[in-house]
């Protein structure tokens, strides 16, 4: 398997600009996790979903953001408009029971 | 107080020593995770417990619940250990609340 792919790998946009992260889940994996990763703040767990459905989206930080799973095999996060102080490294996560696999991340940057 | 609270923040290392890590948490938890952040930024999942010890190679993980605490020992360090351990207090199985990391360096 090819493992949790992400794209794209690096993204530099303006501020109030729209920007759309993807991610295809290990094939089978009924669970997919999206994580922020800052130097400020660390990890943190924004949405998950299973079964396409999101379970918990209390760490989205606020409305700009949004994410969609449309089928087992996408998912994308959605911010809309950026703000410089949405930069980070966007990680990807799938998961069947126990343990989760990440994908490569997408560097994010808003200047 | 953060949720999760890991030490050394950083930790410098010769090859071949033996390295301990700690985790200790303050939420109830189903599961705890130990992570690995190589230096190009993958995030690799080690291990998730929720009692006593378990053995993957040269990396050993033990949890104490009662003292809500989790270390992570590395035996017979190497370079390529050198990275960065990150220990996740899971709420369910999937609701991960992080440590800000360790940063371990393995000099040869």
């Known amino acids: 398997d090819a493992g949790v792919i992400q794209s794209p790998r690096h993204e530099v946009t303006e501020m109030g600009q729209e920007v759309t992260l993807r991610c295809k889940p290990i094939?089978?994996?009924?669970?997919l996790f999206w994580y922020r990763q800052t130097m400020m703040r660390g990890l943190e767990l924004l949405i998950y979903?299973?079964?396409?459905?999101?379970?918990?989206d209390s760490g989205m930080p606020e409305d700009r953001f949004s994410a969609k799973m449309p089928n087992a095999s996408f998912s994308t996060l959605k911010i809309q408009p950026s703000e410089p102080r949405d930069s980070a490294v966007y990680f990807c996560?799938?998961?069947?029971?126990?343990?989760?696999?990440f994908g490569p991340g997408t560097r994010l940057l808003v200047l | 107080k953060n949720e999760v609270e890991q030490s050394p923040q950083n930790l410098t290392a010769q090859e071949g020593e033996f390295i301990t890590i700690n985790c200790s948490y303050s939420v109830g938890i189903s599961a705890l995770h130990w992570l690995q952040q190589h230096p190009g930024g993958g995030i690799v999942s080690l291990f998730m417990l929720s009692s006593g010890k378990k053995k993957h190679g040269r990396l050993i993980a033990t949890i104490n619940i009662q003292e809500k605490h989790s270390s992570l020992h590395i035996t017979a360090s190497h370079p390529r250990d050198s990275a960065v351990y990150i220990c996740?207090?899971?709420?369910?199985?999937?609701?991960?609340?992080f440590g800000a990391g360790t940063r371990l360096t393995v000099k040869p």
């Open positions: 094939s089978g994996h009924d669970y």
């Open positions: 996740a207090a899971g709420r369910g199985y999937h609701d991960m609340r």
């Open positions: 996560a799938s998961s069947r029971s126990r343990g989760q696999y």
């Open positions: 979903f299973n079964n396409n459905v999101p379970i918990d």
